[in-house]
């Protein structure tokens, strides 16, 4: 019995258009809540589906932008309060 790997599939359009739109959602809410970690994984998804010659360019490229965003904005937090961990309320 001779067993064959199954065959590879490729990316589809659908799979880069859930990038795009997964890498602006994310970068979005990484504005306001853990963007220690939300603005990373929206950098690393805009770039994969840009990458992949998605239809939805444009909201990839917000994703990137908003994740490099949700970076600046945590340097800058770090910079300020010498910590991390910030507040919406004062």
Request: charged content about 15%; overall charge positive.
């Amino acid at each position: 019995m001779r067993f064959t790997a199954p065959p590879r599939q490729k990316t589809g359009r659908r799979d880069t258009e859930g990038m795009a739109v997964a890498s602006f959602v994310l970068g979005l809410v990484g504005l306001l809540v853990m963007n220690i970690v939300l603005g990373p994984i929206a950098i690393v998804l805009a770039v994969i589906a840009l990458r992949r010659d998605t239809p939805r360019r444009f909201r990839a490229l917000l994703g990137l932008g908003l994740g490099i965003a949700d970076v600046l904005v945590l340097v800058v937090l770090m910079a300020v309060n010498g910590g991390a961990a910030w507040t919406v309320v004062g």
